[in-house]
């Protein structure tokens, strides 16, 4: 069956400092990655999909950027963090044939 | 891009009642899905249901497509169904990708 991982759980970091997240998906092949962002008490807001190794799309401007180093890795990367990049930031993958997504738990992300 | 509605934002009910929870969206989908994201945040797939009626246990759903929307039934609501719900909408054709409403947040009192 497929899994996915999604670490650390909870993080905090201070302003200016590199972050990464990183997600992994087990038992499937070729999966659409995607990276949302939920702010508190909203609802989730994509800020990067992938739909292959080095294939990546963003859809919002904002501080942080995506990678792909290998077909079930999907990272969540900054240079440097700012107060705005708080929040909780999930991972989730889908099939090619794009039917049910499917979440990991979650990164808690305090910017201090 | 697609505009996605929940309503109602906050729904507060006594244990054993029932109860509907609403999703309108603005544009044909043929991908939609409910979730529950449970109090540490974790979101639980419910329902994978761009069309048609699906039941599991207390919780049924049903999307009318063509009016673009889909509704949640709760019954005998329980005081574990706390959390808030999740609608998210997408086209199978633009990577799979989704859009969320803004969620109804329930409260089940015992």
């Known amino acids: 069956s497929q899994t996915i991982h999604q670490w650390p759980a909870t993080l905090v970091q201070p302003v200016g400092s590199p972050l990464s997240l990183e997600c992994t998906v087990e038992g499937t092949s070729n999966p659409n990655l995607y990276w949302y962002r939920q702010a508190a008490g909203r609802g989730l807001q994509l800020l990067f999909y992938?739909?292959?190794?080095?294939?990546i799309s963003s859809e919002v401007p904002q501080n942080l950027s995506a990678s792909r180093p290998q077909d079930r890795q999907f990272i969540l990367s900054s240079k440097k963090l700012l107060l705005s990049d708080s929040g909780f930031y999930l991972c989730a993958w889908r099939g090619q044939l794009n039917t049910e997504a499917f979440f990991g738990q979650g990164t808690r992300l305090t910017v201090v | 891009g697609i505009q996605v509605e929940q309503s109602p934002p906050d729904l507060i009910l006594q244990e054993g009642a029932n109860s509907t929870l609403r999703c309108n969206f603005s544009?044909?989908?043929?991908?939609l899905q409910w979730f529950h994201q449970n109090p540490w945040g974790q979101l639980i797939n419910l329902f994978y249901?761009?069309?048609g009626t699906k039941q599991n246990g207390r919780l049924s759903a049903t999307t009318v497509a063509t009016e673009r929307y889909s509704l949640l039934y709760i019954s005998s609501s329980q005081t574990t169904d706390s959390g808030v719900y999740f609608c998210a909408v997408g086209s199978n054709t633009n990577a799979g990708k989704s859009t969320f409403g803004d969620g109804t947040t329930l409260t089940v009192k015992p």
């Open positions: 249901i761009p069309s």
């Open positions: 992938s739909v292959g190794i080095g294939q």
């Open positions: 544009d044909s989908v043929n991908n």
